[in-house]
Structure formats: structure tokens, C-alpha cells
């Protein structure tokens, strides 16, 4: 799902489904622990927050992995339209030509007619003055009849592939037909996995709510924590330094630093709200470069970066197995000094903050073949 067309955002809210097998149980099993009686007041509002942080911090990675599956099944959809209305196209073309040189082989057809025919028209070389004359002649009735018979074998290869582009354009329309169910069906999980993550949320009171905002809060220090001790590890310098390596990408850093406080929108792909892969989309397209939809296609441009070679505009990756680029759920890009910008999840904007280590999958590097100044 190229582009940078404003999203609709009503459109998207019919067209979603299921984007990881067995999701919406899985979100259906998340439930907070029961409070027991005669405990400690606090001790319970804090396991029930850790339980509550948990699977807030489940329902949105799930909720990332489905969205990832609906830009995809987007961006096939956008392909198969554009190839439809281009075979539509070449079978008009085809067509018309068709009728013009049927109407074209017509006319030939009364001229020979009205001049007697092709046995009239051998016959007037008879009446060449000259033995160059009736060369002449006959080269001329030739070529006359010999177009004709040009012009029909023309048409009947241009009704061949007008038949031809009639099969594919039905094809397209059926592929079309069942990626429009399959984005539907994308779109209707997300929005399932986001209303389980509201549920859960508004189950507990506003001391559990808060707790759990201070657990989730915790934990992201301790991710960054991590991922900056793994750059050390790796003998990567932690100077702060987000002095971009080329003119290209200072133009993709820019470009994407526009939509700071940019509202997250899942299938976002601009002009003023983003999902993650949209947002890496974007802006690499500013500078040029153009990228794949989803996080797991951008997985697969450029070359390999490991944690100490990290550079600004390097992409980011994360994914839940790290052995696997397919379970590939989000995407960002680094600023230098352990820092990046991204466009979290739903209810939250495009913004800069600390990498995180937890399920990091690894980096690439888009632009490794650019030699802007």
C-alpha cells in the first residue's frame, strides 16, 4: 500500500479483518487478575497494573502486526486497481484501432468494387505504353491488394489481443474483488485489537490506570536502558552526534522531522497522520528513495547495519521472533546518540525518543548506495 494520498479515515473504519490467526481470541484471553479480599490494598492495584501494563503492551504489538498486514493487503490492492485500469485502457486502444482499420479496409474493399475488382485492376496493366510501364503498374496493384491483405491480418492480431487483455482484465477483477474482502477483513481486526485495548483500560480504576502508566513508563526506560548498554557493548560511540552521513540523508531526516506531533493513524500514509512504515515510506520518497509499504518489505532494502556502525537514517526494525524477518511489526529510523523518530501506535504522535531494546530485530541502511554530497 506507494503512496502519500491523505487517508480516509471513515473508508478504512469499513474496510479491515484479520491480520494474525487467532488474535481476536488471543485478545479475548487477556483479563486482569481478580482483586482478593483482605489484601493489601496496594500490592493488589500494583499486580493488577503490571497485569494491566502487560496487556496493554500485547494488544498493541498485535495491534502493529495487523496493521502491517492490512497495508500490505492495501498496497496489492492499490497494484491490481492500477493494472485494471491500464489493461482497460489497452483494450480500448485495441479496440479502437480494430474499427479503424476495419473501417479503413472497408473503404479499400467498395474502391475495388466500384473499380471492378482485382481482375479489373490486373487488366489495366495491359495498357502499360512501355515494358517499365507495366512494371510500374503492376507494382502498384500489388502493393494495393498486398495492403489489404496486410490490414486484415492486422486486425485479426489486434482482436486476438483485445481477447487477450478481456481474460486479464477479468482476472484483475476477481483479484481485485477478493483483496477488497481481504483489506475489510484487516481493517475489522485492528479495529477489534484497539477496542480490546480500550476495554481493558477502562476495566480498571484510575489508581490501576495510573500505576500502570508508571509500569509501562519503567519499562520503556529499562528497554532504552538496554539498547544503549548493547551499543556500548557493540563499541558504538554514545556521543550524541546526528550529523546525517550525506545531503540524501539530511533530506530524509528532514522530511521526516515535518511530522513531529503528527497524529499515529494505523494504514496512515500521510499528508497528516502515519503508521510507522508509512511514515519511513514518506520519507525516504522525499529524498527519492522509494521504499516498500510495510516494515517487512523495508526490511529487505539496503544493506545490513549492525549496532556499532549505527548511523543517522539507518532503519530500525522490530519484530516477535527474532529469527524471523516475516514477524517483522514496526519501523523506525535512527537520529544518532541512541535516539530515533517514529511513529508509535494509535493514541500517540510522531515523535523523537530513545530506541528501545525489547524484541529489536536489526537495522538497515536504504540510502547505503547514495552519494549525495
Given at each position: 500500500?506507494t503512496?502519500?494520498s491523505?487517508?480516509?479515515?471513515?473508508?478504512?473504519?469499513?474496510?479491515?479483518?484479520a491480520a494474525?490467526?487467532?488474535?481476536?481470541?488471543?485478545?479475548?484471553?487477556?483479563v486482569?487478575?481478580?482483586?482478593?479480599?483482605?489484601?493489601d490494598?496496594?500490592?493488589?492495584a500494583r499486580?493488577?497494573?503490571a497485569?494491566?501494563?502487560r496487556?496493554?503492551?500485547?494488544?498493541?504489538?498485535m495491534a502493529?502486526?495487523?496493521?502491517?498486514h492490512?497495508?500490505?493487503?492495501e498496497?496489492?490492492l492499490?497494484?491490481?486497481?492500477?493494472?485494471?485500469?491500464?489493461?482497460?485502457?489497452d483494450?480500448?486502444?485495441?479496440?479502437?484501432?480494430?474499427?479503424a482499420?476495419?473501417?479503413?479496409?472497408?473503404a479499400r474493399?467498395?474502391?475495388l468494387?466500384?473499380?471492378?475488382?482485382a481482375t479489373v485492376?490486373?487488366a489495366?496493366?495491359?495498357?502499360g505504353?512501355?515494358?517499365?510501364?507495366?512494371?510500374?503498374?503492376?507494382?502498384?496493384v500489388s502493393?494495393?491488394?498486398?495492403?489489404?491483405?496486410?490490414t486484415?491480418q492486422a486486425?485479426?492480431?489486434?482482436?486476438d489481443?483485445a481477447?487477450r487483455?478481456?481474460a486479464?482484465l477479468?482476472?484483475?477483477?476477481?483479484?481485485?474483488?477478493?483483496?477488497?474482502?481481504?483489506?475489510?477483513?484487516?481493517?475489522?481486526?485492528?479495529?477489534t485489537?484497539?477496542?480490546?485495548?480500550?476495554?481493558?483500560?477502562a476495566?480498571?480504576?484510575?489508581?490501576?490506570?495510573?500505576l500502570?502508566?508508571?509500569?509501562?513508563?519503567?519499562?520503556?526506560?529499562?528497554?532504552?536502558?538496554?539498547?544503549?548498554a548493547?551499543?556500548?557493548?557493540?563499541?558504538?560511540?554514545?556521543?550524541?552526534?546526528?550529523?546525517?552521513?550525506?545531503?540524501?540523508?539530511?533530506?530524509?531526516?528532514?522530511?521526516?522531522?515535518?511530522?513531529?506531533?503528527?497524529p499515529?493513524?494505523?494504514?496512515?500514509?500521510?499528508?497528516d497522520?502515519?503508521?510507522?512504515s508509512?511514515?519511513?515510506?514518506?520519507a525516504?520518497?522525499a529524498?527519492?528513495?522509494?521504499?516498500?509499504?510495510?516494515?517487512?518489505?523495508q526490511?529487505r532494502?539496503?544493506a545490513?547495519?549492525?549496532l556499532?556502525?549505527l548511523?543517522?537514517?539507518?532503519?530500525?526494525?522490530?519484530a516477535?521472533?527474532?529469527?524471523?524477518?516475516?514477524?517483522?511489526?514496526?519501523?523506525?529510523?535512527?537520529?544518532?546518540g541512541?535516539?530515533?523518530?517514529?511513529?508509535p501506535?494509535?493514541g500517540?504522535?510522531?515523535?523523537?525518543?530513545?530506541?528501545?531494546?525489547?524484541g529489536?530485530?536489526?537495522?538497515?541502511?536504504?540510502w547505503?548506495d547514495?552519494?549525495?554530497p
Open positions: 500500500m503512496g502519500t491523505r487517508p480516509r479515515r471513515t473508508l478504512r473504519v469499513r474496510r479491515l479483518t494474525v490467526a487467532c488474535t481476536a481470541g488471543l485478545a479475548g484471553a487477556f486482569l487478575p481478580p482483586s482478593s479480599a483482605g489484601a490494598p496496594l500490592r493488589d499486580t493488577r497494573a497485569a494491566l501494563a496487556t496493554v503492551t500485547e494488544l498493541q504489538t502493529e502486526i495487523a496493521t502491517e492490512y497495508d500490505a493487503v498496497a496489492q492499490g497494484q491490481a486497481v492500477t493494472a485494471r485500469m491500464l489493461a482497460q485502457r483494450l480500448e486502444a485495441a479496440q479502437g484501432q480494430t474499427q482499420d476495419q473501417n479503413e479496409a472497408g474493399v467498395r474502391a468494387y466500384e473499380s471492378g475488382g485492376l490486373f489495366s496493366i495491359l495498357q505504353d512501355s515494358p517499365a510501364d507495366l512494371m510500374d503498374r503492376y507494382h502498384d502493393v494495393a491488394l498486398g495492403l489489404d491483405h496486410a486484415v486486425d485479426r492480431a489486434r482482436t489481443q481477447a487483455i478481456n486479464k477479468a482476472a484483475l477483477a476477481a483479484k481485485v474483488t477478493k483483496l477488497q474482502s481481504a483489506a475489510a477483513s484487516a481493517a475489522q481486526q485492528v479495529t485489537l484497539l477496542a480490546d485495548q480500550q476495554r481493558a483500560l476495566g480498571a480504576n484510575h489508581q490501576v490506570r495510573v500502570a502508566a508508571q509500569a509501562a513508563q519503567a519499562a520503556a526506560e529499562r528497554s532504552a536502558a538496554n539498547f544503549a548493547a551499543l556500548a557493548a557493540a563499541g558504538a560511540k554514545l556521543d550524541g552526534t546526528t550529523k546525517p552521513p550525506n545531503g540524501t540523508v539530511a533530506a530524509v531526516i528532514a522530511a521526516a522531522r515535518t511530522k513531529l506531533g503528527d499515529y493513524l494505523w494504514g496512515g500514509t500521510g499528508p497522520a502515519y503508521d510507522c508509512g511514515l519511513t515510506q514518506f525516504y520518497g529524498a527519492g528513495i522509494a521504499l516498500p509499504r510495510v516494515a517487512a518489505d526490511w532494502v539496503g545490513r547495519v549492525d556499532a556502525n548511523l543517522p537514517g539507518d532503519l530500525l526494525f522490530w516477535t521472533n527474532p529469527g524471523n524477518p516475516a514477524s517483522i511489526h514496526h519501523v523506525a529510523m535512527y537520529l544518532g541512541g535516539m530515533m523518530i517514529a511513529a501506535h494509535t500517540d504522535v510522531v515523535k523523537i525518543e530513545p530506541v528501545y531494546m525489547d529489536f530485530f536489526g537495522a538497515t541502511r536504504p547505503s547514495a552519494s549525495a
